[in-house]
């Protein structure tokens, strides 16, 4: 994959567990901020943000989570559960010589984010959350709202061995690809970008590697009874046009918090690339 276009320098880190593919940009002795990437992504969904955190002073590190990318697989379902992902975030911060960090995640790493803040609040310098509610909100959403039930079905579907990585390897990877642009403004992701995913996914063991965090991390496995109170400071960004999660989402995760703050925008789930500007400098403002 070429990344000479894209902001940042590649490294590896070894996190005790398993070995991680990290973009850094930025000065060496910046203030520390972790951006964790969701499903179908890698480090490169945050590529839109790199720049102006670099350019802010901030000490950017993007890691491709266990499973995507360039970094490890592990072979065991039990190895994607959300407390090994959440200690591969301290793993990140330990090798790197940071005691905290901004932690900032989308998708399911701001799942991640939220369960690295429970677990390790003292880390956490402060919280930035995208379009992914507190796990606890989301169990009580799963329980009252049938729409969000009709929405989640694809988790369902993942659950089948083999077929779903089927499925997405056929037609060039057609099914993620749709995942991305069918959900989006049309134009927010280019014929680049999708080149760039398409490289991602086809690594080997890449698209078993991202479905184990939702056969992993499914309603038996208890994660969305995790209801502690998010300590830090927490930023929640949000598009209201998600077509995965419904809006009462965000608002109950607030509950969750003990200094929280919503901002929503008129955008899809992909919020960081459809307003990448807005999203940017409202990070920079929270993070300063």
């Known amino acids: 994959m070429r990344t000479e276009t894209v902001p940042g320098d590649s490294e590896y880190v070894d996190t005790g567990a398993v070995r991680l593919h990290v973009r850094t940009a930025g000065p060496a002795d910046g203030p520390p901020v972790v951006l964790l990437h969701g499903f179908p992504e890698f480090w490169y969904g945050w590529h839109r943000q790199l720049d102006a955190l670099a350019e802010a002073g901030y000490r950017v590190l993007v890691p491709d989570q266990r499973g995507y990318n360039l970094s490890d697989r592990p072979a065991t379902h039990e190895a994607y559960r959300v407390d090994n992902l959440a200690d591969d975030v301290r793993g990140v911060l330990d090798a790197t010589g940071h005691d905290e960090a901004a932690i900032v995640g989308h998708d399911w790493g701001a799942m991640v984010a939220w369960v690295f803040a429970q677990e390790h609040p003292e880390r956490v310098e402060r919280l930035g959350i995208l379009n992914v509610p507190h796990p606890a909100a989301f169990g009580e959403t799963l329980r ?17 061995p083999r077929l779903p990585e089927a499925a997405m390897r056929a037609r060039d990877y057609r099914l993620l690809e749709r995942a991305l642009t069918g959900s989006a403004r049309p134009g927010t992701f280019t014929d680049d970008d999708l080149r760039r995913y398409r490289t991602a996914w086809g690594r080997t063991g890449a698209l078993t590697g991202m479905l184990n965090w939702y056969r992993a991390n499914g309603l038996g496995s208890g994660l969305f009874d995790r209801d502690e109170r998010i300590e830090p400071e927490t930023l929640i960004l949000w598009g209201t046009d998600d077509v995965a999660l419904v809006e009462e989402n965000a608002e109950r995760s607030l509950s969750f918090c003990a200094d929280g703050t919503l901002e929503r925008f008129e955008a899809s789930h992909w919020l960081q690339h459809e307003r990448s500007e807005e999203v940017s400098e409202r990070l920079v403002a929270f993070l300063s």
């Open 144 to 160: 009252g709202n049938w729409e969000q039930v009709f929405r989640s079905w694809y988790a369902g579907f993942f659950q089948v």
